[in-house]
């Protein structure tokens, strides 16, 4: 099981490390793409589902976000 809601950073990740978020070819490459490309030669894909959760900032602020998790077997 992976799960992550791809926030892909420069000041973490330099952007040729990054799995998707880019494009390629001119067309949008998503992570999960990425994921896919990467884990399909071992793993299969079971499935997809969004995953929401809020992050506190402060007392008053908080962070809403939406995580995609992917659920892989090994082949």
């Known amino acids: 099981m992976i799960a992550s809601p791809y ?3 420069e000041e973490y990740t330099v952007k040729q490390h990054w799995l998707g978020g880019i494009k ?3 067309e949008n490459f998503t992570t999960l793409d ?3 490309e990467t884990l ?5 894909l079971i499935a ?3 995953i929401p959760f809020v992050i506190r900032e ?3 602020k908080f962070q809403h976000t939406v995580s995609e998790m ?3 077997r090994k082949r």
């Open 40 to 44: 399909i030669p071992h793993f299969e």
């Open 7 to 9: 926030t892909w950073l």
């Open 70 to 72: 992917t659920i892989w």
């Open 48 to 50: 997809v589902k969004e």
């Open 24 to 26: 390629v070819n001119g």
């Open 34 to 36: 990425g994921l896919t």
């Open 58 to 60: 402060t007392k008053r």
